[in-house]
């Protein structure tokens, strides 16, 4: 053999050696492929397997939502195979009111209502069957929103200004105005026995029932009271010229 003929017999052999295993991952590539294409099309066709599934998962609210009362709310949800709805509200896990029943849409427009609750959740259930269900792990909270119009509640349009107000919802509190753009609401409903106390020419507060005692900002001077007057939260809307009171 000579050195041409040896040369073009070493390449044939380099051939066979480097591209036969080549052809072999290959196929075996090809084959799985075709394997796992085919159990794919297995899954997707198989209309058993999700004929069986029922599932509702709530949208809305979003856990620590807060909603205020006589406002409306979309509560939302999404489901498989499911078509009918039962939606209740919950506060500390008791039950308050079912919200809609037999609802065949995935929403409901809920006119907010009817509690101040910092542990309301809510629970969709499949009307046919309650344990298909969702219920929400963390809580929202439902307020009372109580609007002060300024031009209506002059005494408010200076700063030391006051005035008194007594909302069902709220019950009595006296909204003061501490800056050109600062509020201060405090309830004056007794934390004793539920009396309601009055107002002193210093600005503190006397409960005539067993005469506890409050400084100007709530806070328990004498007892039998121990616990301070409930501070609401309090926005100014100096655009609408209105203040809002809100429940917590
Ligand atoms: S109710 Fe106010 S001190 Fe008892």
């Given amino acids: 053999m000579n050195r041409r003929d040896f040369a073009l017999q070493l390449s044939r052999i380099l051939s066979l050696v ?56 979309l509560i939302s949800w999404e489901a498989k195979n499911v078509t009918n709805f039962n939606v209740q509200l919950y506060s500390g896990g008791n039950l308050i009111q079912t919200i809609v029943a037999n609802e065949t849409d995935f929403s409901f427009q809920w006119a907010i209502g009817p509690i101040n609750t910092t542990t309301a959740t809510i629970k969709v259930f499949d009307t046919s069957d309650p344990t298909v269900v969702d219920v929400m792990e963390n809580p929202f909270t439902i307020v009372t929103a109580f609007e002060i119009d300024l031009a209506v509640h ?32 405090i309830s004056m409903l007794c934390t004793h026995n539920s009396c309601n ?38 926005e100014y809307y100096p655009l609408e010229s209105k203040v809002v009171v809100f429940s917590y």
């Fill in 154 to 185: 002059t005494a408010l349009q200076s700063v030391g200004g006051y005035t008194f107000f007594e909302p069902p919802s709220l019950g009595r509190f006296i909204t003061k105005r501490i800056s050109a753009t600062t509020f201060e609401s």
């Fill in 18 to 73: 480097l591209i036969l295993p080549m052809t072999a991952i290959i196929n075996a590539c090809t084959t799985r492929k075709e394997e796992e294409e085919f159990t794919i099309i297995q899954k997707n066709t198989n209309p058993l397997a999700d004929s069986l599934v029922k599932e509702i998962h709530i949208l809305t609210p979003a856990e620590g939502a807060i909603l205020v009362i006589g406002q409306t709310f």
């Fill in 197 to 234: 106390v009055a107002l002193q020419p210093d600005k503190s507060f006397l409960c005539p029932c067993h005469s506890s005692s409050f400084d100007a900002f709530g806070n328990v001077i004498n007892g039998p009271a121990i616990i301070p007057l409930s501070i609401f939260r309090t």
